[in-house]
């Protein structure tokens, strides 16, 4: 049975959730592998509207085991307020599960990624100030508070004791702020292992028992390849690794048991925050593109941040085929083109006299290059009532087609609208 990968293969925001609603079906166990809650997926069910920010896209159908992995980095407070939320609106989470080596996003963790971006000043990197980067640095730094250590008083407060004195000391003499209380942190987190107990488990065996048994288990990622830590546009990155590298190491599973890697992107391209966009655009047709007012509009599920919208760009997603070993495409929001008489792509970067078919690491040089585009004709007729792939307008067609050409992908998935239903399956995924 299948070990499935969904990846973003833009800048993040490509549509996972809705991706991942639709795959959890078929899946008995889903796991969120990385990223914490600078996240958001927007699903739309037969449920109603759910924002998400931590907790996976599968929570929403009782049989299936949903787990927070050890890539993850968890904000005690945010995950509890989204359990709250579900379970007032009729959701079990009953059978979801944190593994006890995810990392906790601590106070101190928030208080220094505000503060390091507000001292960037023109150089801000565009961080949601969540806390996000400092727990994965303290993580490497081995001095990270892990969420089994919020069922033990004794690890906790030493711990927290031995972090503390060197946050305190970095808080107040670098920062001039505050210094945090070890005594009301304390409580607080132990107060927040109490109320998680039943969630924190060592999440190794529920995963291997299903390797073991063959169910088909579905890998659920946050952000998106351009953003990865160590492939992405640096330093206008995420912390963690969200391909399928990440996949691995962030659901304990072994790479070779991946039978797919499934590459979300959208039609076009957007991204949020700070960092090279070589397709970007700001005329009217961005107007079209952000959809304003609607299921689709492009604000920042977690930041309420207005995207920025672009042109697809084939050079950036061929890149993240082939740093992630993607093999089947889901690309979402064709419906948004619908309205438009001719359609771009970028195929290539010059750069001076030179033509590029890939991104150069250095985002300065990324910044300069020059989009090379093609045009394509749009096909100007609703998509959104389209159910079967053989329906859409041919022009629609051709689009997505040579899309797939350009990055060396095959089509899997198209989706017309934010719905459960307006998803079309071109090749069965999982």
């Known amino acids: 049975m299948p070990v499935v990968a969904v990846i973003g293969a833009q800048w993040g925001d490509e549509g996972k959730g809705h991706i991942v609603d639709v795959l959890a079906e078929r899946?008995?166990?889903?796991?969120?592998?990385?990223?914490?809650?600078?996240?958001g997926h927007t699903v739309v069910n037969r449920h109603g509207t759910f924002k998400l920010h931590i907790v996976p896209s599968g929570v929403f159908d009782p049989g299936i085991v949903n787990i927070i992995g050890s890539?993850?980095?968890?904000?005690?407070?945010?995950?509890?307020?989204?359990?709250?939320?579900?379970?007032?609106?009729?959701?079990?989470?009953?059978?979801?599960?944190?593994?006890?080596?995810?990392?906790?996003?601590?106070?101190?963790?928030?208080?220094?990624?505000?503060?390091?971006?507000?001292?960037?000043?023109d150089a801000k990197i565009g961080t949601t100030g969540r806390g996000i980067g400092p727990a994965y640095a303290d993580k490497m730094m081995r001095i990270g508070i892990r969420m089994g250590d919020l069922l033990h008083e004794e690890t906790l407060l030493r711990r927290l004791r031995q972090a503390l004195e060197v946050k305190n000391k970095m808080l107040t003499a670098w920062y001039g702020a505050q210094p945090l209380s070890l005594h009301e942190t304390f409580l607080k987190y132990l107060e927040y292992g109490n109320k998680l107990e039943r969630h924190v488990a060592d999440v190794h065996p529920i995963i291997q028992r299903a390797l073991d048994r063959d169910l088909p288990i579905l890998l659920e990622g946050a952000q998106g390849a351009l953003l990865d830590i160590d492939h992405g546009s640096y330093p206008y990155v995420t912390s963690s690794p969200p391909g399928a590298a990440g996949a691995c190491q962030g659901s304990g599973i072994p790479p070779a048991r991946l039978s797919s890697v499934i590459g979300v992107c959208k039609a076009y391209a957007t991204r949020v925050g700070e960092g090279p966009f070589p397709t970007e655009i700001e005329d009217e047709t961005a107007t079209v593109l952000r959809q304003l007012g609607t299921p689709w509009a492009e604000v920042g599920t977690t930041t309420g941040r207005l995207r920025r919208v672009g042109w697809f760009d084939a050079v950036m997603v061929r890149y993240a085929v082939r740093v992630n070993g993607i093999d089947t495409l889901a690309i979402t929001k064709l419906d948004v083109l619908d309205t438009l008489p001719r359609i771009k792509v970028c195929v290539g970067y010059r750069r001076h006299d030179t033509e590029l078919d890939y991104p150069p690491a250095n985002p300065f040089i990324l910044g300069q290059v020059e989009p090379i585009y093609e045009e394509l004709p749009g096909w100007q007729t609703?998509?959104?009532?389209?159910?079967?792939?053989?329906?859409?307008?041919?022009?629609?067609?051709a689009y997505v087609a040579r899309l797939c050409e350009l990055v060396g992908a095959r089509l899997g998935m198209v989706s017309v609208g934010p719905g459960h239903d307006q998803i079309i399956e071109v090749h069965r995924v999982m």
């Open 382 to 397: 609703s998509t959104s009532g389209v159910r079967h792939f053989a329906q859409l307008p041919a022009e629609a067609r």
């Open 27 to 39: 899946s008995r166990l889903v796991i969120r592998y990385g990223g914490g809650n600078n996240a």
């Open 71 to 121: 890539g993850v980095v968890v904000d005690p407070a945010v995950l509890l307020q989204e359990i709250a939320d579900l379970e007032a609106r009729g959701i079990t989470t009953a059978k979801l599960f944190v593994s006890d080596r995810a990392h906790v996003i601590m106070p101190y963790h928030v208080l220094q990624d505000q503060l390091d971006e507000s001292l960037r000043g």
